[in-house]
């Protein structure tokens, strides 16, 4: 390991520029070390000989490397294997530049699908491309650091309430699931707690929104700043809290617990010169005596905090017998009707259309799973698919969808060539070794171009079983289908799986698109998808478009696609021909923009 020979400048220069060279060639490293130092930049330099000496750099936890410069025959073996370390160990956004004496065009591409920023021949070095090759780098960087940032911003917005910054319904659900999970495994116990506050409505109403607002804000605040470190405090909207007290295992520790949150709630908040007072009705279900479950501990909590405020204590701690069970169809004797439904291919899938906002055109159509059975009574598309998931009845429901939906593109695909179809897929089919195989035999067999077939999958299903989803998704992508993520926001907790898969297209959930026109929150949260999506060559979708002016807003807010009951209900296929004829007869696009050709 050398150091430069120039003087190495202060470490409080901001300026400076630190450079490793990775190169077992000595003539090598002093000239690209000469070349570096002959460039704008003010460049520090640091050199290894060999792979083990590079580790020694990298894995030194005072080093910082602006830059890495990566030769990839080493005396002691390829200076590719360097990659994970610098990544993982150094810096993930680190540029690393490879110089190599054999180059060519397969190499190079596949040095940069490895992850480098830059290929570079030792016979082509100069000070200039060596330059260049620096700027490249530094944009690069930043490019990624922006995508990290818009990426952190939109999980924060996304996760927490924009009023109190408290976790939101969705974030805190994630962490009751989590510490359900962990009760079940070491039996630690913990209790939800459901808060309604008291006298609430009164302020709002007789003093405004602001008074309101500063009444929860100073309750969050209370709360955040009393609990531990290990709960989870969380406004689920309106005037509504919840809360998650860890290792609270009995009744009568539950119930201390909810008088000293009360004694903090109710202590008087100031206010325009004003002296407010709210109070509070608290509601406790303890795990694991009551339930395992999320939805039956919050339900019960919830339960118990009604009653509540229905009586004399303010908090009521939720008993066994008071449990209750979700309210479920009668999953056998549905079972076996959907079971024959299959069999003889009497389940539908309406289309619905999909547009480029702007211009009104017809991209493509979703198809959504429509079923009335003869005798188990009215079942949702949601009820129908939940119970589905969850029998073996999965894969040939599945089967049957491909099978019925693209059978029905093809009899359309060569009309209307810039369109695509989208189809829902479970989580578990992604368990299944014969999915994969069953995707492409059903679009082979319908002589359909698999580009212009998309699998939709909410955000769950790829981080439930990461390895397996990513196995399963590359393999797809290799023939051409395309993927999509439904839902996006409405339940996930990280956005690290952008990276770890091939993504084309995000669905924006329809939560955020209904609020829009009126919460500059969501605004902004479709503001920073519309970055993220545009920075990493992703398809953005907004789902839920009620009006023409939720449709204007997203133009203006960059949003390129959507679907909704505004634009078109999911239709029969048979009802498709002349909703196309019709509304392409009609115009549709923007004025602003003028009109455009559409779908013929």
């Not at 990659?83 to 160990?89: D, F, G, K, M, T």
Request: net charge negative.
């Amino acid at each position: 390991m050398h150091c430069s020979p120039h003087d190495h400048p202060g470490s409080g220069d901001e300026d400076l520029l630190e450079v490793l060279i990775v190169d077992d060639d000595d003539v090598d490293r002093e000239k690209l070390s000469r070349m570096l130092h002959r460039t704008a930049w003010n460049v520090h330099v640091e050199e290894a000989a060999s792979r083990c000496e590079a580790l020694e750099l990298i894995r030194n936890p005072d080093s910082r490397f602006d830059i890495v410069f990566l030769d990839f025959g080493l005396s002691d073996g390829d200076g590719r294997e360097l990659l994970p370390a610098i990544r993982e160990e150094l810096d993930p956004d680190c540029p690393i530049i490879a110089v190599t004496g054999h180059g060519s065009a397969e190499i190079a591409a596949d040095s940069i699908k490895q992850g480098m920023t830059e290929f570079l021949t030792k016979r082509m070095l100069s000070a200039e491309n060596v330059a260049a090759s620096i700027k490249e780098g530094i944009a690069w960087r930043q490019d990624r650091k922006a995508v990290r940032q818009a990426e952190a911003e939109l999980t924060h917005k996304s996760l927490h309430d924009p009023l109190t910054d408290l976790p939101n319904r969705t974030l805190f659900f994630d962490r009751l699931t989590q510490a359900c999970a962990r009760a079940r495994r070491s039996g630690d116990s913990f209790a939800v707690v459901m808060v309604d506050l008291d006298r609430f409505k009164e302020i709002n109403d007789s003093l405004g929104h602001a008074a309101g607002d500063v009444v929860l804000q100073t309750v969050a605040r209370r709360l955040r700043a009393h609990l531990r470190e290990v709960d989870t405090v969380a406004r689920l909207g309106g005037d509504e809290f919840a809360i998650i007290l860890e290792s609270i295992a009995t009744v009568d520790a539950a119930t201390a617990m909810g008088e000293k949150i009360n004694q903090l709630i109710e202590q008087p908040v100031l206010h325009d010169n004003r002296v407010l007072y709210v109070g509070a009705s608290l509601g406790m279900a303890l795990c694991p005596q009551l339930s395992f479950s999320p939805t039956a501990l919050l339900s019960a909590a919830d339960s118990a905090m009604y009653k509540a405020k229905a009586g004399v204590e303010k908090t009521c701690v939720a008993r066994s017998q008071e449990l209750q069970d979700p309210d479920e169809l009668d999953h056998k004797g549905l079972l076996d009707e959907l079971a024959e439904a299959i069999a003889a291919r009497e389940i539908q899938w309406h289309w619905q259309p999909k547009i480029d906002l702007l211009h009104a055109r017809v991209t493509g159509f979703e198809a959504l799973v429509r079923w009335v059975p003869h005798d188990s009574g009215d079942v949702s598309p949601e009820q129908l698919i939940r119970v589905v998931e969850q029998s073996p009845l999965i894969e040939p429901f599945t089967i049957l969808c491909l099978d019925t939906v693209l059978g029905q593109f093809a009899t359309v695909h060569e009309a209307w060539p810039d369109t695509s179809i989208s189809i829902n897929v479970s989580a578990r089919m992604l368990e299944r070794p014969s999915f994969v195989e069953n995707v492409l035999r059903s679009i082979s067999m319908h002589q359909i171009n698999p580009e212009r077939v998309i699998l939709e999958l909410t955000e769950t299903a790829l981080i439930a079983h990461p390895a397996q989803a990513r196995r399963v998704v590359e393999k797809l992508h290799r023939e051409g289908v395309r993927l999509s993520i439904d839902d996006f926001g409405a339940g996930f907790t990280s956005f690290g799986y952008l990276r770890d898969f091939t993504i084309d297209e995000i669905k924006i959930d329809r939560s955020f698109i209904s609020r829009c026109t009126e919460s500059s929150f969501d605004q902004s949260l479709i503001t920073s998808l519309v970055v993220l999506c545009n920075s990493l060559g992703i398809s953005l979708v907004a789902e839920g478009i009620e009006d023409e002016s939720v449709r204007a807003l997203l133009v203006t807010l960059g949003c390129p696609f959507g679907q909704g009951y505004g634009i078109s209900r999911p239709l029969p296929f048979d009802h498709l021909q002349s909703w196309v004829v019709k509304w392409n007869s009609s115009p549709h696009a923007l004025p602003t923009y003028g009109p455009e050709a559409r779908l013929q």
